[in-house]
Every structure is written in structure tokens, then in C-alpha cells.
């Protein structure tokens, strides 16, 4: 059974830093592209950054050079590193897995999903 379990969201000031992470099992985890989402209430769920099993990125563009992400496949752990939070990134954080081979941002091709955390960023 596939388990992916986020954390590590939580409320900050503009210009803090997070870091979140999503513990999976159940999966051959080095063998999957992984991905964070994220849902602003009102809004579309959109794909952020997302990691291919070669680990090769893609970010969106309004958060390239503030978030990384990175896989620890000793671990079945990814992780997303946030710094100058904005208010606009307030959202939940969704952790996603898909059985595909390169980075994607289509959420359409991800197969299994996380509850969420969430990230509230106050100005």
C-alpha cells in the first residue's frame, strides 16, 4: 500500500524559510518522478517543482531560485526547501508520485498524493 506523508508546513513572516518533507512507502521510490503541488484556497491546485528519477528538476517559474527540491532515495523522502517566502506562496503543499521517468508539473500524471501540509506566509 502506497503511504506519502507530508510536514514541516507551518505559519512564517515574508522573507522566512521553510522546509518540507514527504515520507513515502509502499514504492519503489527511486524508481518514480516525484513532485510538490500546491492549492491556494479559490484557486487551481498547480505543480511547482517536480524531480525525475534521473534527478533532473523543473520548477514553476515564480518560484525558481526560492525553492529547491531534492530526493533522499535512501530514504524514500523528498523534500522541498523554501527561502524568501512571499504571502502569495500561502497554499497547502501537496506531496505527489508519479510512475514516469523525467520531471513533470502536469498533475494529471501523477498517480498517488499526500493529505498536505500547509504554509501560511504573513506580510
Known amino acids: 500500500q502506497v503511504r506519502v506523508v507530508e510536514s514541516g508546513g507551518g505559519s512564517v513572516q515574508a522573507g522566512g524559510s521553510l522546509r518540507l518533507s514527504c515520507e513515502t512507502s509502499g514504492f519503489t521510490f527511486r524508481m518514480y518522478t516525484m513532485a510538490w503541488f500546491r492549492q491556494a484556497p479559490g484557486k487551481e491546485r498547480d505543480g511547482v517543482a517536480s524531480i525525475g528519477r534521473n534527478n533532473v528538476t523543473t520548477y514553476r517559474d515564480s518560484v525558481k531560485g526560492r525553492f529547491t527540491i531534492a530526493r533522499d532515495n535512501g530514504k524514500n523522502t523528498l523534500y522541498l526547501e523554501i527561502n524568501n517566502l512571499k504571502p502569495e506562496d500561502t497554499a497547502m503543499y501537496y506531496c505527489?508520485?508519479?510512475?514516469?521517468?523525467?520531471?513533470?508539473?502536469?498533475?494529471?500524471?501523477?498517480?498517488?498524493w499526500g493529505q498536505g501540509t500547509q504554509v501560511t506566509v504573513s506580510s
Open positions: 505527489a508520485v508519479a510512475n514516469w521517468n523525467n520531471a513533470a508539473l502536469q498533475s494529471d500524471l501523477y498517480s498517488y
